[in-house]
Nanobody, 128 residues
Framework: QVQLAESGGGLVQAGDSLRLSCTAS????????MGWFRQAPMKEREFVAG????????DYADSVKGRFTISRDTAKNTLYLQMNNLKHEDTADYYC?????????????????????WGQGTQVTVSS
């Protein structure tokens, strides 16, 4: 089993940057495809960014392409989401997710149903 803990959320102004972190414990981090999702009030949880277990492949929701960057540090068992030029519509609770896809996989997972492990979330509020 994998335990995930997000941090780095907060209240910022439009145009600002934030970096979210997700620390994983319990299993071999390099075996897991990782993803960031977000959920705004009264909306369904949506995919934001994903990275393969090998870190060779990444993908992003259209709404964040060019502004957000997902990365992982295997030595620190940590997943990151660098968020630049934040917009009011980025306001949401952000969740990291993990799924065992095997070491060296290039597969990026996009659906909430594809992930078995989730963190508790961190809140991001962007004032306009």
């Amino acid at each position: 089993q994998v335990q995930l803990a997000e941090s780095g959320g907060g209240l910022v102004q439009a145009g600002d940057s934030l970096r979210l972190s997700c620390t994983a414990s319990g299993r071999t981090f390099s075996n897991y495809a990782m993803g960031w999702f977000r959920q705004a009030p009264m909306k369904e949880r949506e995919f934001v960014a994903g990275i393969s277990s090998s870190a060779s492949d990444t993908d992003y929701a259209d709404s964040v392409k060019g502004r957000f960057t997902i990365s992982r540090d295997t030595a620190k068992n940590t997943l990151y989401l660098q968020m630049n030029n934040l917009k009011h519509e980025d306001t949401a609770d952000y969740y990291c997710a993990a799924q065992n896809s095997g070491d060296g996989s290039s597969r990026v997972l996009f659906r909430t149903s594809e992930y078995d492990y989730w963190g508790q979330g961190t809140q991001v509020t962007v004032s306009s």
